[in-house]
């Protein structure tokens, strides 16, 4: 058997290299490659730019990008923290979507001179995965970068997550069946991924969301809320519940995490509707751990961890959306989400069992799957 | 025999690819190389930046970087123009240095924004190359980028150019001995390699050079100078020779050309001093015709191409100046340069002659020859 390694030993090789795919051997292979055959690709590309897609390897070119904000669970530890996690992202790539992916940090943490960094450089990518910056920056500059580029882009800790939470939500809704679109979800954390889920629920059709951040229960009463979560105020909690998790709690049917490590206490669970669902995605350590929350009389758990049962990943969503993304050359939209998500249910649907929430990201399949689900709706 | 490909059909393949070095195949690799294991890295990076040199693919990632002012011999094509040139350039340092090299190319041809696009990326590679930027800008981003990073920067059309061009003179003087540092060698156009070849011949110490950019003879007199051409005035052209192309090639040793095809009148050799040596680099047509260069009484004749004895090539510098610089981790200064140079030499003493003055680019020992001279001037 093989030793085990360490993190840091692990990240002691090389763990993913550039390679030719063509020999360079003869004086005509390098004429072709580089002067002076690459004349006319260059005479080519500079008079049509979207040449670049047929003749260069931006055909297949990803950047996984982030200035270091909010790395997974780490928070603001800056851009040089950041790089080891875009590179672990690229491999994800290249490993689940045939994805040519490389890790790019941007030392600036100002929105705007980030932006200008990245529509500076965007000519180079067939797509750009935005990743691990904190909200409310990476809602604009996601919009801000989607307007500017005509290249695919997404904020993957928002929509990645969000697409993944919709496809548990419908796996757990077809294992307990509720209220169907008028179940009651609460939300709980309203950063990137907590928005994003909110707006991917709601645009498919669930009316009865209730947003949770630290301070308490999102409502149109609230004075102290960002744009966003304004925004969101006005088309969430329509019974304009007031105050705390335990009062969004009562009578909800299922609990969405997204926050932090203890903030569902497992009497609270007491006070939601019969047979409720826990989703606690928390990372490293979820919002009530599965044992606990299933004691507590939760009639199904899942978290984010591959060490619990019910792991619900971004990893099963990211490639297939991104791969019909560059391979159909078409900007993200809810449309893409929403597909990449209903091919995850039908994909998983002889399989699942309140066990097995949700298809292994370790499937080869599943991501072809979702590339062709989300190409689809791209032509 | 393999069907001779066009170079666009060449281009239409897949020319390079990112790989994986390590298997992704279950759920603990999974771990290592994402989360959770990867956090560790991240700690570890964010605390300690010099880290990503060791547990990450910076260690040996290298950006091919234009913003497409001066695209081989095409001129300010653009960015588009130019990203065919930098894949086909990060293909040789793959070939020739095992340097996972990227193509890059940045939007702005604003010299200060350009600069600050590069510095904000910059901590993700482990050496910039920085490609066909027009003069002077060039020189101007060189410097300020030098200044600001911590990690190797070289604009190759300078300074890789300037480093091949000197050990093809002194390949050439070996055959043909002249009057030593005293040599009067004319270097004809005034962009970014003639003036880093002045630079560097400089530093090597040869006293007698004359510079001619396409106004003339570059002189003290002039009051037309940009700010480089004017500090290289004050050390060039130590008699204060005036005028024309003609006026500086009387009694000269050696032509240097890097401007434009036909520069140099075939009449114009019989000024020069007794078996002139020619050095023709305009691309893709030299400044004369090694033929007509011969019939004319030229001694020797190089130019930059592949398909004429004598090619003096960039692609002979590059790679092992950077594999130093970057194993080095030491910023590429005239040292480096002139090691390069001379490694080159003395690489290829026993195999000169008058049409074998420099090594094949295709021999991968004289790339790992100039990589250990040039890292033995940075240790």
């Known amino acids: 058997m093989k030793k085990k390694l360490s993190p840091l030993a692990y990240s002691r090789q090389p763990k993913m290299a550039v390679e030719l795919k063509v020999p ?5 292979d390098l004429s072709l490659a580089y002067t002076p055959g690459i004349a006319a690709v260059a005479k080519l590309t500079a008079k049509n730019p979207a040449a670049t897609f047929r003749y260069t390897f931006r055909r297949n070119n990803l950047a996984v990008i982030s200035e270091g904000s909010a790395v997974l669970g780490l928070g603001n530890i800056g851009h ?25 940090v941007v030392k600036t943490q100002d929105p705007d001179e980030f932006i200008r960094v990245v529509e500076n450089i965007a000519d180079s990518f067939a797509a750009i995965n ?19 580029l005509s290249i695919p882009v997404m904020h993957d800790d928002q929509h ?37 889920i909110a707006e991917l629920l709601l645009h498919y059709g669930f009316k009865n969301l209730i947003l949770v951040d630290s301070r308490g229960i999102i409502s149109s009463k609230r004075p102290d809320l960002n744009f966003y979560k304004k925004r969101l105020s ?26 932090r490590a203890g903030v569902l206490k497992p009497e609270w669970i007491g006070l939601m509707n019969s047979q409720p669902l826990v989703i606690a995605m928390a990372n490293p350590v979820p919002e009530i751990m599965p044992e606990e929350a299933k004691k507590a ?24 959306i991104f791969r019909a993304a ?16 209903k091919a995850i249910v039908n994909y998983h649907r002889s399989r699942l069992s309140s066990s097995n929430l949700m298809p292994s990201i370790l499937d080869p399949r599943v991501h072809q799957v979702i590339a062709r689900a989300v190409g689809k709706v791209c032509s």
């Open 326 to 341: 560059i391979d159909y050359r078409k900007q993200i939209n809810e449309k893409m989400l929403l597909a990449a998500a």
């Open 24 to 28: 360079l051997k003869s004086k005509e």
């Open 297 to 320: 009389g939760a009639a199904l758990v899942a978290t984010g961890r591959s060490d619990f049962p019910n792991q619900v990943n971004n990893a099963l969503a990211f490639p297939g």
């Open 80 to 104: 040089f923290g950041a790089y080891p996690v875009m590179e672990g992202k690229a491999m994800l790539f290249k490993k689940f979507a045939n994805i040519d992916a490389i890790p790019l």
């Open 130 to 148: 935005l990743e691990d910056i904190a909200a409310p920056n990476c809602f604009y500059i996601e919009e801000k970068l989607k307007k500017k």
């Open 160 to 196: 990645g997550t969000a697409t993944v939470v919709l496809a548990a939500v419908l796996n757990a809704l077809t294992l307990f069946p509720k209220k169907g679109k008028k179940t009651r979800i609460v939300i709980v954390g309203a950063g990137a991924a907590g928005l994003a």
């Open 234 to 259: 006005k088309i969430t909690n329509p019974e304009n519940i007031c105050c705390s998790l335990p009062d969004a709690l009562k009578g909800a049917d299922i609990f969405i995490g997204v926050s």
